[in-house]
């Protein structure tokens, strides 16, 4: 059974920066690709970043591009989010997701396995 486990959330000011990380377990990491989306309250799941099995293509919400950068170590079965620069915007619970299939894409459903998530707090 395919698990996935976010961590390295917090609370930070404006401007800090963090690093999550999705632990895989289940199955082969290296045949999945990995998103990574975000959830507050009453909106929509937003699309963050995503990341091919091989981790030669990557896809960057337009929200986050040049902040955040998605990466992959399929020998510790962890994908990576770091997010520099952050502002309050990017306060939600961010969630990592996997999929077989193949390409990457920005919506929810193409995504077959979802960890539980990991809250950040930006303060102002």
């Known amino acids: 059974q395919v698990q996935l486990v976010e961590s390295g959330g917090g609370l930070v000011q404006a401007g800090d920066s963090l690093r999550l990380s999705c632990v895989f377990s289940?199955?082969?990491?290296?045949?999945?690709?990995i998103g990574w989306f975000r959830q507050t309250p009453g909106k929509e799941r937003e699309f963050v970043a995503a990341?091919?099995?091989?981790?030669?293509?990557?896809y960057y919400g337009d929200s986050v591009k040049g902040r955040f950068t998605i990466s992959r170590d399929n020998a510790k079965n962890t994908v990576y989010l770091q997010m520099n620069s952050l502002i309050p915007e990017d306060t939600a619970i961010y969630l990592c997701?996997?999929?077989?299939?193949?390409?990457?894409?920005?919506?929810?459903?193409?995504?077959?396995?979802w960890g539980q998530g990991t809250q950040v707090t930006v303060s102002s």
């Open positions: 990341i091919n099995w091989r981790g030669d293509n990557r």
């Open positions: 997701a996997g999929t077989r299939a193949t390409g990457l894409r920005n919506y929810a459903s193409w995504y077959d396995y």
């Open positions: 289940g199955r082969t990491l290296s045949t999945y690709a």
